[in-house]
């Protein structure tokens, strides 16, 4: 299991005051995805990018709408997101400013690019390959983006499974 260093959002810092002082419904995270985003290449190959609060979705997710000298993916490979809901028993509360969500990649979920529950951004073949994923988001019930994390790139394949958590401290 590894711990990601994941931000709050500004979405979320901007919403939760407001669900929890009861002005607006409260929004529950609800799921997560985890994406073949998340990387950079400043010339000696791919290497995890620092998180990025100010997201409203995955990386991966925003790039098609970045000018194309700001886009970091192109159409050269298939990329895509798995996404997963989340049980009562995947969050911890560790302390009253603290809460933990388990973020679990079973062995049957996204083992290749084109898995049952998998978007795909960039689609250009390849697609019984094992997904490298390098991002993971939070998502609440109205499927905005709470947090936001990166770690370093994770292969998936039917053999194992990937465990991350999520630490929120308020």
């Not at 709408?65 to 050269?76: E, L, N, Q, V």
Request: proline share 6%; hydrophobic share 40%; glycine share 10%.
């Amino acid at each position: 299991m590894s711990l990601v260093n994941a931000v709050v959002t500004d979405k979320a810092r901007e919403e939760w005051p407001k669900q929890f002082g009861g002005l607006v419904p409260f929004q529950a995270i609800s799921y997560f995805r985890v994406s073949e985003g998340g990387w950079e290449n400043p010339g000696a190959g791919r290497q995890r990018r620092i998180p990025d609060k100010s997201f409203q979705n995955m990386d991966l997710v925003l790039d098609p709408a970045r000018p194309i000298i700001s886009r970091r993916y192109f159409g050269f490979e298939s990329f895509g997101y798995f996404q997963k809901a989340l049980t009562p028993g995947d969050f911890v509360y560790e302390g009253p400013t603290t809460l933990k969500v388990r973020c679990l990649l079973d062995f049957n979920d996204y083992n290749t690019k084109n898995a049952v529950g998998t978007t795909l951004i960039y689609n250009v073949g390849g697609l019984g390959v094992s997904p490298e994923v390098w991002e993971l988001g939070l998502f609440d019930a109205n499927n905005s983006m709470v947090a936001y994390g990166t770690f370093p790139k994770e292969i998936k394949d039917v053999s194992k499974q990937i465990e991350n958590s999520v630490r929120i401290v308020f």
